[in-house]
């Protein structure tokens, strides 16, 4: 079964750093495109990066230039690389990724379980 485990959140300082990872396991041929997006108390999940197949990738406005995110595609993993952190980043950050998988009907859009970032002033 395909399943998305994130790691790498916690509390850091306002300025401080944190990597996120998201590993693809079970049954996986290949990842297409992935994301993480992120909720805050009382607001929308939101997007925060995407990544394609070929590298290509997007971010939310209020993340750019703070935030990279990558992927190792020999490890089924998607990291999110968070500098310069704020206070307003805190939120539950979630990955998301479109798996091509080898057994049918497994693969398809999955989402991870989220992982808890916060960020003191």
């Known amino acids: 079964q395909v399943q998305l485990v994130e790691s790498g959140g916690g509390l850091v300082q306002a300025g401080g750093s944190l990597r996120l990872s998201c590993s693809a396991t079970g049954n996986i041929f290949d990842i297409n495109s992935a994301a993480w997006y992120r909720q805050a108390p009382g607001k929308e999940r939101e997007l925060v990066a995407g990544i394609h197949k070929g590298g290509n990738t997007r971010y939310a406005d209020p993340v750019k230039g703070r935030f990279t995110i990558s992927r190792d595609n020999a490890k089924d993993t998607v990291y999110l690389q968070m500098n310069a952190l704020k206070p307003e980043d805190t939120a539950v950050y979630y990955c998301?990724?479109?798996?091509?998988?080898?057994?049918?009907?497994?693969?398809?859009?999955?989402w991870g379980q989220g992982t808890q970032v916060t960020v003191s002033s």
């Open positions: 998301n990724a479109d798996i091509i998988s080898v057994r049918a009907g497994e693969g398809g859009v999955h």
